[in-house]
């Protein structure tokens, strides 16, 4: 079990909060959230790279010139590998990358990775609950407060993101929101700083500390 300092919107200290996952052993962790991040890259990716095969590039159907006499190597068609324009040998086609992993190691692998940022993560209480109209700066101003600079990359967390709470981090390129059931282990290692809402935390505990 881990204990964490909730702070409120001003940045002030207004608690603490506790969180108990189960994690995995240690000689094994790095290399089950190495798989899970390959993992959800290789599903990200669209898959959809073609070329064309010699069969299927567009002419070449009459031979360029004679089989003899001329001196020149024999060629059968202007659509050949070995010839600009002719078809790819072992190009891409479309394909699917997705790589397998059962979901109790996917499950493990993500609150592995978030409890190896406990040193990272921020509680806040009742993040952005005040807003009134979507507005960056208070975003910024709040983050600031918390101690993040404006350049790290920061993964805010909360149990339902309001739409005020969306389009105002919409032009912080380093920052992102996510709710609190849809964790993924690449977003909770890349991002510099964590910021979770404190009912957000019982959302993870919750949806995660059974396997």
Known sequence: MASCVVRDWEGKESGQASIDLKVA?????LDLMHRAVLRQQAHSRQGTASTLTRSEVRGGGRKPYKQKGTGRAR????RTPLRPGGGIIFGPKPRVYNLSMNRK???????????ARLEDLLVVKDF?????????KEITDALGRLGISLDSKVLII?????????RSVNNLQRVKVIAADQLNVFDLLHANALVVGEDALATIQEVYGND
């Open 25 to 29: 052993k240690e000689s094994s962790a």
């Open 75 to 78: 060629q059968g068609s202007i």
């Open 105 to 115: 190691e996917r499950r493990l692998a993500l609150r592995t990775a978030l409890m």
């Open 128 to 136: 952005g609950l005040t807003l009134q109209k979507p507005k960056t």
């Open 158 to 166: 909360l149990s339902k993101p309001s739409e005020i709470i969306r």
